[in-house]
């Protein structure tokens, strides 16, 4: 999350023209911050194998309600951190590709920052239900 925040204000800055494209800041550490995502859907695919029978006896039709912590990191997280994972991944091959800075710019902000948008939502959306 910290390397994606770097990345979405790095690009703000660059959008504005206060900084200009580096090959460390804009595509070395995307590239890191890419990495971490996936080592993080390691971790979340070991988690969730470690954990599968508990989920499997707690949602059923009749108590997913009830549950709703469980089928939210059986289901809505799950999902969630892919498609975070798809646009970080989506924001580093565009960063790579294009010629122009300010385009490179601002398809990381863009991808980045949707990536960074469905993180803090996955992260926040257990603790406010829970709360």
Not at 38 to 44: D, H, P, Q, S
Not at 64 to 84: G, N, P, Q
Not at 123 to 128: L, P, R
Request: aromatic share 14%; net charge positive.
């Amino acid at each position: 999350m910290i390397l994606s925040i770097y990345v979405l204000v790095r690009s703000i800055f660059g959008i504005v023209g206060k900084v200009s494209f580096s090959t460390f800041h804009d595509i070395k550490l995307p590239i890191i911050a890419v990495i971490c995502l996936y080592l993080e859907l390691i971790l979340g695919i070991l988690l969730y194998a470690i954990y599968i029978n508990k989920l499997e006896t707690l949602i059923t039709q009749a108590n997913a309600t009830t549950y709703f912590s469980a089928r939210f990191w059986a289901l809505e997280h799950a999902i969630l951190m892919m498609f975070a994972i798809i646009f970080g991944h989506l924001g580093l091959v565009y960063a790579k590709n294009l010629s122009d800075d300010n385009q490179k710019f601002k398809k990381n902000l863009l991808y980045f920052g949707l990536s960074a948008v469905l993180i803090f939502i996955s992260i926040t959306m257990n603790m406010f239900r829970n709360a």
